[in-house]
């Protein structure tokens, strides 16, 4: 069986750092393209970063230069270093394939505020 398991949310001050972890169970993430979504309160759900099986990155310009996405083949998981949080970034975060074609896991809270 499939699935992902994201991990690391928490509550931080604007400013602040955290590192998101995504472990891939029933699926080897380094041969496929892997992805990072969140969604916020009443909005839909977006893609914020995305990693290719060769390494290539690609982020949304909301984040470009504070979020960093990276994948440990052995560990078999993908992860999101976020710097400099913002107020905005709150939302619950998930991983999946950048087409979204498998289960969403129940993703990882990450709240911004002072």
């Known amino acids: 069986q499939v699935h992902l398991v994201e991990s690391g949310g928490g509550s931080v001050q604007p400013g602040g750092s955290l590192r998101l972890s995504c472990a891939g169970s029933?699926?080897?993430?380094?041969?496929?393209?892997m992805a990072w979504y969140r969604q916020a309160p009443g909005k839909q759900r977006e893609m914020v970063a995305r990693i290719t099986n060769l390494g290539g990155a690609w982020y949304r310009d909301s984040v470009k230069g504070r979020f960093a996405i990276s994948r440990d083949n052995i560990e078999n998981t993908v992860y999101l270093q976020m710097n400099r949080l913002d107020p905005e970034d709150t939302a619950v975060y998930y991983c999946n394939t950048i087409f979204g074609t498998l289960a969403w896991g129940q993703g990882t809270q990450v709240t911004v505020s002072s």
């Open positions: 029933g699926i080897d993430v380094s041969r496929n393209y």
